[in-house]
């Protein structure tokens, strides 16, 4: 049977409990904090629960409380406060040292062994958690450094610095040709189609660890063939009409090879994210040989993006409070940035039609 400690400078207190429980626990029994740190001692891994009395001799219910704090113990085994008294700020006290209930005196047999049921139920269930992920969170942080070691040895391979030297000279590559169209727009039409473009290459971490994940080797020649957005680039235009129009007038370009198109614009992920995606390949001149490497290249306004970096914080950053209700708001300031960005496209063409 499980072993309960009843801690009550009262004996009668004490043989009331032992007469409730005793058919289903096994009973120590302590009549000061003395003894019953005692009695912890011996038996610290085998308590269930502890019944403790505040007011008593020597060593009262606080100090005792304190002490099992001290020794770590609080966090193994469950608590309740053996009590007449309902003061709030007593209670409070207790709550905020780590106990789980409050049994009242004078005893009722039914609620005394339902109580210590429910608080060594959910302290078992609690533990179990902990262990859970405290397993979980060791595993990953193995598989973190397995991650980073083999990231370290694909940045000392001559192979794997070439690939990236290619891939970013396919990102230079796009960046030129989406520069060339700015600077046409900019003469012909006296405005801009993009406001800025971002770019990069994925990190030798990410990239082994998608490799891992999707259950590709981990090669030059498995990068090259299974991953499409190692090379990235980030195009922000002010309205969603320059965004298609710009996509449109860069994949006219006869050296340009169009592998797949993803259009969040028009059909946002649930999450409420939209972007255009176009996953190309695109040549690039080296010295001895002209060679199409992969780049992604989305295409974005300026509230879409604002949009998706704050919600990338959310996706990466650990224990946010209020995740779900974050979530929720994201979602509806996602519908209003849509309404919001083809609310301004109609001012703007007003404006430009008023010019005519």
């Known amino acids: 049977m499980q072993r309960v400690l009843v801690v009550d400078d009262a004996e009668v207190n004490r043989e009331l409990l032992r007469e409730i429980l005793g058919a289903e626990y096994t009973i120590e029994m302590a009549e000061n904090g003395e003894q019953a740190i005692q009695k912890l001692l011996k038996y610290e891994t085998e308590i269930a629960a502890l019944l403790l009395d505040l007011q008593m001799p020597k060593m009262n219910g606080f100090e005792v409380l304190e002490e099992m704090q001290d020794r770590e113990w609080i966090k193994k085994i469950p608590i ?74 694909l940045k000392e391979a001559k192979p794997f610095n070439h690939l990236m030297m290619q891939y970013h000279s396919a990102i230079m590559e796009v960046e030129t040709k989406l520069k060339v169209l700015n600077e046409e727009f900019s003469q012909e039409y006296n405005r801009n189609p993009f406001e800025s473009i971002k770019s990069r290459l994925k990190s030798p971490e ?38 298609y ?29 939209r972007s255009l995606h176009l996953i190309i390949e695109i040549p690039i001149f080296l010295s001895n040989e002209k060679m199409f490497m992969k780049v992604e290249v989305q295409f974005r306004t300026i509230a879409m993006d604002f949009w998706a970096s704050l919600e990338h914080k959310l996706k990466y950053k650990k224990n946010v409070k209020n995740a779900d209700e974050i979530v929720r708001q994201l979602k509806n300031c996602a519908d209003s940035i849509e309404v919001l960005d083809y609310q301004m496209q109609e001012i703007r063409n007003k404006i430009d039609h008023s010019k005519e």
């Open 80 to 153: 309740l406060i053996i009590s007449s008294e309902s003061a709030v700020e007593t209670e409070n006290k207790c709550f905020e040292m780590g106990v789980s209930d409050f049994i009242r005196k004078p005893f009722e047999g039914s609620i005394v062994k339902n109580r210590i049921k429910n608080a060594v139920e959910l302290f078992a269930c609690k533990n179990q958690l902990e262990q859970t992920v405290e397993k979980q969170t060791v595993a990953l942080e193995e598989q973190n450094l397995i991650i980073q070691r083999q990231a370290e040895k």
């Open 206 to 243: 990410s990239i082994y660890e998608k490799l891992e994940r999707k259950g590709f080797p981990v090669s030059v020649e498995s990068i090259r063939e299974n991953l499409t957005d190692v090379a990235g680039v980030r195009v922000i235009c002010s309205f969603p009409d320059d965004i």
């Open 245 to 273: 129009r710009l996509a449109r007038l860069f994949l006219k370009q006869d050296d340009i090879n169009l592998l797949r198109e993803k259009d969040y614009i028009k059909y946002p992920k649930t999450n409420g994210y």
